[in-house]
């Protein structure tokens, strides 16, 4: 069993969808970045890279990639799960915090888990997606962005 952390924050920006968990959020504006900037994946997807012992998500999709402008970060997730594939990894455990003032999350949280389950192919007891505040604190707590967490654990062959 290996155990990975992922971390990912993105600014508000006006003009974007608010991607989060593969879910279009409602909401007057959206995560700034170079893919759909979809901060829960991004934290999920260095937390699968780093207990591989693989390089984080930069290397593999590089900002300055035209490839990979826009892209929807559920095809980046599909990419990563077949490189802990090819190392004969599969992800065990996911426990995500996603760190946001606004939007509501509650109403997504399902679907983001289903949208896991589609692609990592885990059961969904094994997917925790939570939604905090930042009490009004700092950048987040000012809706300048919004951040996410996730540990997960892999396995190799047989739990």
Not at 50 to 55: E, N, Q, S, Y
Not at 63 to 74: F, Q
């Amino acid at each position: 069993m290996r155990i990975g952390s992922g971390y990912d924050v993105h600014k508000l920006a006006e003009g974007r969808d608010c991607i989060i968990g593969g879910v279009k959020i409602p909401y007057e504006k959206g995560l700034l970045g170079h893919s759909d900037a979809d901060v829960l994946i991004h934290a999920l997807m260095d937390a699968l890279l780093g207990a591989a012992g693989l390089k984080d998500i930069g290397y593999y999709f590089p900002p300055e990639d035209d490839a990979y402008k826009g892209i929807s970060s559920m095809i980046l997730l599909k990419h990563v799960n077949s490189l802990l594939k090819e190392r004969g990894l599969e992800a065990y455990n996911i426990d995500i915090m996603v760190i946001s003032e606004t939007p509501k999350l509650k109403p997504h949280i399902d679907t983001m888990k289903a949208n896991l389950q589609s692609v990592l192919e885990i059961p969904l007891d094994r997917i925790s997606i939570k939604a905090t505040t930042n009490e009004m604190l700092g950048a987040i707590g000012r809706r300048e962005g919004i951040a996410a967490q996730a540990v997960v654990s892999v396995y190799e062959g047989e739990v």
